[in-house]
């Protein structure tokens, strides 16, 4: 699923707002013992962070929508940094790397769980039952995180993403389902930063 460019902030009831990073966009796939990070273009990206694939090894079968980031100290995302390391080939370099400037996911949807499709529940229900089963299958382990949303507030989550440099925000219905393609129920406003 993917949003629709707005251009500008608004609060309006029934909405969710969340904060956009600045990484690749992947479908982490739990099947059959394995783990794979799949870009949206369709690209496997699990040999180059591999510290994400081990720390998926507890979760039960699903498949799960977020973005992949490298954080800088301030929790920033630095996309340059992920795009060279995603550009590794060498195994030693590659393992150095998750060591020294490991990856992480914020999650933000839950297609299917143990073989369910999900999909065809509202926005809301998906994001409780991802929570769910990150927390109960992978507890402290921080690298994946269940994005966070505020339910009013859109104008200040945007004014707060202004002021970390961050890419933007995202503004979803929360009773939206999820379906393939560019939809009306998610909006994306990107801060003037990120619009250069």
Not at 46 to 68: H, Q, R, T
Not at 111 to 130: F, H, N, Q, T
Not at 134 to 141: K, N, P
Request: proline fraction near 5%; hydrophobic fraction near 40%; charge should be positive.
């Amino acid at each position: 699923m993917l949003a629709t460019p707005g251009s500008a902030p608004f609060d309006k009831p029934g909405w969710l707002y969340e904060l956009m990073y600045d990484g690749f966009r992947v479908l982490v796939i739990r099947e059959r013992g394995r783990v794979r990070l799949v870009s949206r273009r369709g690209t496997n990206l699990s040999k180059s962070f591999p510290e994400i694939v081990a720390g998926m090894s507890e979760m039960p079968n699903a498949v799960l929508d977020g973005e992949l980031v490298i954080l800088d100290a301030r929790g920033v995302p630095q996309f340059d940094r992920l795009r060279r390391r995603a550009l590794l080939r060498k195994d030693v370099a590659i393992q150095n790397a998750a060591l020294w400037e490991p990856a992480a996911i914020f999650v933000f949807d839950i297609l299917s769980l143990r073989g369910k499709d999900l999909r065809a529940l509202p926005l809301l229900k998906r994001r409780e039952v991802a929570r769910t089963v990150v927390r109960r299958a992978l507890g402290s382990f921080n690298r994946i995180r269940v994005l966070q949303h505020v339910s009013d507030g859109g104008s200040r989550l945007y004014q707060a993403a202004q002021n970390l440099g961050l890419e933007g925000i995202m503004a979803k219905r929360s009773d939206s389902t999820y379906r393939a393609g560019r939809s009306p129920e998610w909006i994306k406003v990107r801060t003037p930063r990120s619009k250069l």
